[in-house]
C-alpha cells in the first residue's frame, strides 16, 4: 500500500473557522528530530483524535500547542495567536485535562471548582459567560453527590470526573483532552462522551482528543490524525481512513438459524447474490469494514517499514 504524504492536512478548514492552524511545525532535541514538518488545522466545534505510538511526538505537538514548549521552527496558532507568546487572557480560553492530576487532596469539590473558576470571571464575554456555576458544572459531570467530599476521599472514577471538571470550569473554546476517559466504568465513559458531545453541539467547543482507545476515537472524533515518527501519516474521519486501506469486508448473516460469515474485497455482489438467492431467508444480515484499529495498525505498521 502507498501512503499519501499528508502534508496539506487540514488546510481545506476555511481561515477564518481554524482554531488550530499548524503549518511546517518541527522541533528537535539535540541531534533527534522529534517533529518533522507536521501540518494541520481544526475548525470550531470539531473533535480531532491525535492518534499514534509512543515516541511518534504527540505529547510534544501537544505541548506545543498548549504554550508549555517552544517550537524549534514552523508557524503555530492557537485561538489567533502564537501559544509561545499569548497572555493570560489567551490562556483563559484553553481548557486542559491531562492525563493525571493528584493536588488539592484537601479541597472539597465545591470549594475548589469555586476556587479555580473565579480566576476566569475576568475573562468573561457575552458571547462566552465565564466561569461555569458551580453547581451546574457538578451535575454535567456527575459529581453532585461527591460536591462535599474533600478531593482525596474521591474513587478513582470520581477523581477523573473532577479532572474533567477543572479543565472546562472556565468554559474554553479550545479543550485539550489527553486520555479522558482512563479508570472510567463504561457508564462514566458513556457519560463522558455525552459532555463532549454537549461541549460541541451547544458551547461550540474544539475539542483536541489523545487517546490509546481506538474504540473511543471511533466514537468521538470527526477527524483522526495518526501521527508516526514526527510525521502526519494520515488525516480524515474513521470511514474515510478504512477506505485507504485495502482489506476484505465481513459480510455476516443467518439462515435458518445458522450463522454464517463470508470475506470479500467487494462485497456488493456478494450481497446481491445471497438476497437473490435466499431472499427474505437471510437474516441479521451486517457487513464490517475495517475497524479504526485494523486501519491505524496497518497505516502505522507500513509507515514504519515493517514486514507485511
Same mark, same amino acid.
Given at each position: ?8 492536512? $487540514?488546510?481545506? !478548514? ?5 482554531? #488550530? ?33 509512543? $515516541?511518534?511526538?504527540?505529547?510534544? %505537538?501537544?505541548? #506545543? ?11 503555530? @496558532? ?17 481548557? !486542559? ?15 475548589? *471548582?469555586?476556587?479555580? $473558576? ?23 459531570? +456527575? ?18 470526573? *473532577?479532572? !474533567? ?17 482512563? +479508570? ?15 461541549? %460541541?453541539?451547544?458551547?461550540? @467547543? ?47 448473516? @443467518?439462515?435458518? +438459524? ?23 431467508? #437471510? ?21 514504519? +517499514?515493517?514486514?507485511?
Amino acid at each position: 500500500m502507498t501512503l499519501t504524504p499528508a502534508l496539506e492536512a $487540514g488546510t481545506e !478548514v476555511p481561515p477564518a473557522e481554524r482554531v #488550530i492552524d499548524v503549518r511546517d511545525l518541527r522541533m528537535r532535541y539535540g541531534a533527534k528530530d522529534v517533529l518533522q514538518g507536521v501540518t494541520f488545522a481544526a475548525r470550531r466545534g470539531q473533535v480531532l483524535a491525535l492518534l499514534g505510538p509512543n $515516541g511518534a511526538g504527540k505529547t510534544t %505537538t501537544i505541548e #506545543i500547542l498548549e504554550g508549555f514548549r517552544v517550537r524549534s521552527s514552523g508557524e503555530v @496558532t492557537v485561538l489567533g495567536a502564537d501559544p509561545a507568546s499569548a497572555g493570560e487572557a489567551w490562556r483563559a480560553r484553553i481548557g !486542559v485535562v491531562l492525563q493525571s492530576w493528584r493536588d488539592h487532596g484537601k479541597w472539597r469539590v465545591r470549594e475548589l *471548582l469555586g476556587h479555580l $473558576g473565579a480566576y476566569y470571571g475576568r475573562y468573561s464575554t457575552e458571547a462566552r459567560v465565564r466561569p461555569w456555576p458551580v453547581d451546574d458544572l457538578l451535575d454535567v459531570v +456527575g459529581l453532585t453527590a461527591s460536591a462535599d467530599k474533600r478531593v482525596l476521599r474521591l474513587s478513582g472514577g470520581q477523581r477523573r470526573r *473532577l479532572d !474533567v471538571a477543572i479543565g472546562i470550569v472556565g468554559r474554553p473554546d479550545l479543550l485539550f483532552l489527553d486520555e479522558p476517559t482512563v +479508570g472510567f466504568d463504561p457508564e462514566a465513559r458513556r457519560d463522558f462522551h455525552d459532555l463532549v458531545h454537549r461541549l %460541541t453541539d451547544v458551547d461550540d @467547543t474544539t475539542i483536541l482528543l489523545t487517546t490509546h482507545d481506538l474504540d473511543e476515537a471511533e466514537k468521538l472524533a470527526d477527524r483522526i490524525l495518526i501521527l508516526s515518527g514526527g510525521r502526519i501519516i494520515a488525516d480524515g474521519s474513521a470511514d474515510e481512513l478504512s477506505r485507504r486501506v485495502a482489506g476484505e469486508s465481513e459480510i455476516r448473516w @443467518t439462515r435458518d +438459524g445458522q450463522r454464517f460469515v463470508h470475506s470479500a474485497a467487494d462485497p456488493v455482489p456478494h450481497l446481491r447474490e445471497l438476497l437473490q438467492q435466499y431472499g427474505d431467508d #437471510i437474516a441479521d444480515l451486517e457487513v464490517r469494514r475495517n475497524s479504526l484499529e485494523d486501519t491505524y495498525m496497518r497505516l502505522v505498521h507500513d509507515f514504519e +517499514g515493517g514486514p507485511k
